[in-house]
């Protein structure tokens, strides 16, 4: 009888040690479980931040420069806007706002290419007459995608203006 519950009992731990070495061997094997990932991402809520930038700018077509006196070219935007008591001068409410985002508030038309003013008077590129972009002073192709920052002078010239010229309608942006 002894014999039988010896037996009995070797036959079980080797069960056991068979069934380890098993349970072993899959998990050691197995693939990892693959997580389904879904392709659409969570959606966000973007917050802009409020702020009190201010900067100046100044549009000079053929050597004149334009101003923005007329009431149609003012306060049309809660994020970045002119007022009529210094037309010359962007207020920036939303940080992030570019030139363009300014421009586009405006009753005017402005690309990389052509400038339509408020009364509809188209100036485009020629071989002779070209549009040109000045950010703090540097020569900016790109201007219109800048964002908007504190202090920030800004020029679109179109014309046949040289250095000199260009340099007197610069320094206009930095008078009082």
């Known amino acids: 009888m002894k014999r039988t519950y010896g037996l009995i009992a070797a036959g079980f731990l080797i069960a056991i040690v068979l069934l380890l070495i098993k349970v072993f061997y899959i998990n050691q ?4 479980a ?3 990932v879904s392709q659409t991402p969570a959606p966000t809520l973007k917050v802009e931040k409020s702020v009190d930038y201010k900067a100046k700018f100044a549009i000079y077509i053929n050597g004149t420069k334009r101003i923005f006196t007329n009431s149609m070219y003012h306060n049309l935007s809660k994020d970045v806007y002119i ?3 210094d037309p010359s001068m962007v207020h920036v409410k939303k940080d992030g706002k570019t030139w363009m985002d300014f421009f586009m508030t405006l009753p005017m038309k402005l690309d990389k290419d052509c400038i339509i003013t408020g009364t509809k008077e188209t100036f485009c590129m020629t071989k002779n007459s070209t549009l040109k972009f000045y950010l703090n002073d540097v020569k900016n192709d790109k201007l219109l995608f800048e964002k908007i920052k504190d202090n920030d002078l800004a020029l679109i010239s179109y014309g046949t203006e040289n250095e000199t010229q260009l340099k007197s309608q610069l320094n206009s942006l930095k008078k009082p």
């Open 34 to 36: 693959k997580i389904s």
């Open 83 to 85: 007022e009529a008591s």
């Open 29 to 32: 094997t197995a693939e990892p």
